[in-house]
T-cell receptor
């Protein structure tokens, strides 16, 4: 079992739909990262959260530390939201020395 | 500051050749990470530095791989005697670590694509 699992692996939506991507992890953590990767490789950090909920524009991230689960929501989705969304948790020899990534969710938003 | 820079962005090399990638982190960042990513997979950790010290290396980092950060600023990742299985994107990232380093934002470069033919 992977330390970080995401679902779904692929998601296709129509413009305007509400999107939810889920992340479950098996290691004990105090924070979780949501990242966005566009074709060509560049990764952008969207959120880092350790409890509750964070909102940035149309993006909302929630985390439940006890249940080891996080969700990323996109409201009023738009074709420019099409990307791979990755959750990642800190791990490593020293606290937070590296990230363990999920396999990513490929989101395609059609106009 | 222009963020994390990686060079070259793309490299095609013949099997058996050596390749070197360079990463310039955000200037005040003391931590620098190397990850490898293959198509359809999330990035996998290779190694990280705190200043010039290499503090952790993954088992993925075979003897053919070596990484340096000689002055605690830029870093190089060298792959010797490349194999086709080395074909991947090599991502560099940096962060400013404090006592609660798991709470620090990590900034990624655009990646260096390696194709071994």
């Amino acid at each position: 079992k992977n330390e970080v699992e995401q679902s779904p692996q692929n998601l296709t939506a129509q413009e305007g739909e509400f999107i939810t991507i889920n992340c479950s992890y098996s290691v004990g953590i105090s924070a979780l990262h949501w990242l966005q990767q566009h074709p060509g490789g560049g990764i952008v950090s969207l959120f880092m959260l350790s409890s509750g909920k964070k909102k940035h524009g149309r993006l909302i991230a929630t985390i439940n530390i006890q249940e080891k689960h996080s969700s990323l929501h996109i409201t009023a989705s738009h074709p420019r939201d099409s990307a791979v969304y990755i959750c990642a948790v800190p791990s490593g020899v020293t606290s937070g020395s590296r990230l363990t990534f999920g396999e990513g969710t490929q989101l395609t938003v059609n106009p | 500051d222009t963020g994390v820079s990686q060079d070259p962005r793309h490299k095609i090399t013949k099997r058996g050749q050596n390749v070197t990638f360079r990463c310039d982190p955000i200037s005040e960042h003391n931590r620098l990470y190397w990850y490898r990513q293959t198509l359809g997979q999330g990035p996998e950790f290779l190694t990280y530095f705190q200043n010039e010290a290499q503090l952790e290396k993954s088992r993925l980092l075979s003897d053919r791989f070596s990484a340096e950060r000689p002055k605690g600023s830029f870093s190089t990742l060298e792959i010797q005697r490349t194999e086709q299985g080395d074909s991947a994107m090599y991502l560099c990232a940096s962060s400013l670590a404090d006592g609660r380093s798991f709470r620090n934002t990590i900034y990624f470069g655009e990646g260096s694509w390696l194709t071994v033919v």
